[in-house]
């Protein structure tokens, strides 16, 4: 049975709306992870390129060569056993959050804060301190962020079917490339990997 390009489409949204970084990975229970032996490079999705520059690029590729050699893995430039394919959108979101100024200044009374996260998740709303904030005079600060969502394909080359998918999601800043944080983010969502490390 083949599985879809997307094993699990609903995830993302469910995860766009959390702060920290989720790992995911979801695999083909039928698929004998110990038969392959190498892995190569589908072509690099064009639309990648929109979202991140050619040295994280080169970063995200060293990473994953990195994570799959030390679980045994050799890469073979065409027609290995496993090919490995790279998606990356990355999208604009936006929170508010509204303080109500009623008791600002009095001693022992904090104000009121109420955080509405929008998004395509939906929203949600959490209140700190006193009072009903709907009833005083409150100031709403619009908070605009992006979210990155980072796909990997490993599908088997001979069946032609995905047989694992990893996805991570979590707040992304402009700044610059950093190897060090790729390289972990890329472990960390390897480690969802059914294959454990076998070198250093």
Same mark, same amino acid.
């Given at each position: 049975?083949?599985?879809? =390009?997307?094993?699990f489409? *609903?995830? !993302?949204?469910f995860?766009?709306?959390?702060?920290p970084?989720? $790992?995911?990975? /979801?695999q083909d229970?039928?698929?004998?992870?110990?038969?392959?032996?190498?892995f190569g490079?589908?072509?690099?999705?064009?639309?990648?390129?929109?979202?991140?520059?050619e040295k994280t =690029?080169?970063?995200i590729? *060293?990473? !994953?060569?990195?994570e799959?050699?030390?679980r045994?893995?050799? $890469?073979q430039? /065409?027609d290995a056993?496993?090919?490995?394919?790279?998606f990356?959108?990355?999208?604009?979101?936006?929170s508010?959050?509204?303080?109500?100024?009623?008791?600002?200044?009095?001693p022992?009374?904090?104000?009121?804060?109420?955080?509405?996260?929008?998004?395509?998740?939906?929203g949600?709303?959490?209140?700190?301190g006193y009072?009903?904030?709907?009833?005083?005079?409150?100031?709403?600060v619009?908070?605009?962020?992006?979210?990155?969502?980072?796909?990997?394909?490993?599908?088997d080359?001979?069946?032609?079917?995905?047989i694992?998918q990893?996805?991570?999601?979590g707040?992304?800043?402009?700044e610059?490339?950093?190897?060090?944080?790729?390289?972990?983010?890329?472990?960390?969502?390897?480690n969802?990997?059914?294959?454990?490390?076998?070198?250093k």
């Amino acid at each position: 049975m083949h599985m879809k =390009k997307l094993i699990f489409p *609903l995830l !993302i949204i469910f995860l766009a709306s959390c702060n920290p970084w989720k $790992y995911v990975g /979801k695999q083909d229970q039928e698929a004998d992870f110990s038969s392959f032996k190498t892995f190569g490079l589908l072509n690099w999705e064009r639309q990648n390129d929109d979202q991140v520059d050619e040295k994280t =690029k080169e970063f995200i590729l *060293l990473a !994953i060569k990195d994570e799959l050699e030390q679980r045994g893995y050799t $890469y073979q430039k /065409k027609d290995a056993d496993l090919q490995v394919s790279i998606f990356i959108i990355i999208n604009e979101e936006t929170s508010y959050s509204a303080y109500a100024d009623q008791y600002a200044g009095y001693p022992g009374y904090g104000g009121v804060a109420v955080g509405v996260g929008v998004g395509p998740s939906g929203g949600g709303v959490s209140a700190v301190g006193y009072g009903n904030v709907m009833t005083y005079p409150y100031s709403v600060v619009k908070h605009d962020y992006n979210v990155g969502t980072f796909v990997v394909d490993l599908l088997d080359h001979s069946k032609k079917k995905i047989i694992w998918q990893g996805l991570a999601q979590g707040r992304v800043a402009q700044e610059e490339p950093n190897q060090s944080r790729v390289s972990e983010r890329v472990g960390r969502l390897f480690n969802k990997f059914p294959v454990k490390k076998t070198k250093k």
